[in-house]
Each structure stands twice: as C-alpha cells, then as structure tokens.
C-alpha cells in the first residue's frame, strides 16, 4: 500500500526556521497538502498544492517539492506553531484512497 | 464560512454498529466540486481517512475499512453520516467529518473540518 514518511518531530528555537519533509514515491505525480494540528483541534490546512498558501494562514508557511519529497518550511517560528503536522496526498493508482502521513511533532524549545 | 458539526453516541459496544451524523451549514452539500469525508484519528496517533461522498451518492472507501463502512448523504437535511460495523476497541478514536474539495477525479484536500467527536468502543 502506499505511503508517506514523516519524521517524527522536529525542534527549533523561536524565530528560526523549521523544515518538515515528508516522503512517498508518488509525489513527483501528486501534489501534496499539509495541515497543522494544535492539542485538541482539529487539524487545519496550511499548504495546497505543493506550495499554495491558503487565505489566513501566515506568511512565514512555505513549501518545496523536488523528486519524491515535499517541504514544509516555517520561517521565524513562533510557540504558536508548536503543533502536530501531517502531509496528504492521493494513492496515484487510481482507487481513490487518501494517505496521510505519519505527522511530525514541531515543538518550539 | 462553512461550518461542520459531527453528532452521535459516543461509547459504543463491541460487534455493534458505529453510527454519525455530519450536519453542514453556511454552504449546501449539493454544491459541486465538493466531497464531503470522514477521517478519523486513534488516540495520540495520526490521521486516517474512512471515505467520501458525492452529493449524488457516490462514494468511496479506504480498501481498509471498505467491508465494515458505509457513507450516505440526506441532501434535503443537508447532512452526510457514517455506519461502522462490527467496531471492536480498535475502532475507538476521534472521528471528524471534513469537506473535500476536489482537484482531480482522484485527488483532494480537507478544507473545512468539523471539531470532532470521540467515539469509545466499550462494554
């Protein structure tokens, strides 16, 4: 089944940056999503497309495809970012299933 | 701004069948370009997707929980819901329902999502 890797978490001081990859074979195919989830909320869509930042979410969100690996990239990180990230994409054989990754825990130091 | 609000039981029994209502408001579930999606996330663990709907009825399904799911939509209430079989304490998780824009036949992302709602499989 297809899959998408994540690291498990990532830590980073305030202000500085924060890259978060995430893995899968079919990448280079699909366009990747990425959604920030705080404690106890529910997830929110912070990256479409790759690299398309949705209305309302912060300029210092980025991201990057190259080959089989999409980025994240949080510029001058604040503690309102320490939160769980996982990265979607779409099984490019043709059944329709939805694959997350396995999130990566940001934390703010 | 659409707004999405799960509904239901929240402890079910074991063999028992897993029952939701996603209720959806500021936007009509017929629109298109929209599936409307169950996702669901184990405690501490991360996120899975169960399956979607078309306003229409189509509907498709993680292969993984394909036998036990069943995703339906009431367009005259403006609701979609959610039937899980046969649940065991593997099944126990927050379930979200979520609306799935479209940007392919065969691709999507989640841009609204309701608040969740935790559902423990129990006797």
């Known amino acids: 089944s297809y899959e998408l890797t994540q690291p498990p978490s990532v830590s980073v001081s305030p202000g500085q940056t924060a890259r978060i990859t995430c893995s899968g074979d079919a990448l280079p195919k699909q366009y990747a999503y990425w959604y920030q989830q705080r404690p106890g909320q529910a997830p929110v869509l912070v990256m479409y497309k790759d690299s398309e930042r949705p209305s309302g979410i912060p300029e210092r969100f980025s991201g990057s495809s190259s080959g089989t690996t999409v980025t994240l990239t949080i510029s001058g990180v604040q503690a309102e970012d320490e939160a769980d990230y996982y990265c979607q994409t779409a099984d490019s054989s043709g059944t329709y299933r939805v694959v997350f990754g396995g999130g990566t825990k940001l934390t703010v130091l | 701004q659409v707004q999405l609000q799960e509904s239901g039981p929240g402890l079910v029994k074991p063999s028992q069948t897993l029952s939701l209502t996603c209720t959806v408001s500021?936007?009509?579930?017929?629109?298109?370009?929209?599936?409307w999606s169950w996702i669901r996330q184990h405690p501490g663990k991360g996120l899975e997707w169960i399956g979607y709907i078309y306003y229409s009825g189509s509907t498709y399904y993680n292969p993984s929980l394909k036998s036990r799911v069943t995703i339906s939509v009431d367009t005259s209430k403006n609701q979609f819901s959610l039937k899980l079989s046969s649940v065991t304490a593997a099944d126990t998780a927050v379930y979200y329902c979520?609306?799935?824009?479209?940007?392919?036949?065969?691709?999507?992302?989640?841009?609204?999502w309701g608040q969740g709602t935790l559902v423990t499989v129990s006797s």
């Open positions: 500021g936007g009509s579930i017929s629109s298109g370009s929209y599936y």
């Open positions: 979520a609306r799935a824009a479209m940007t392919t036949v065969t691709m999507c992302y989640f841009d609204y």
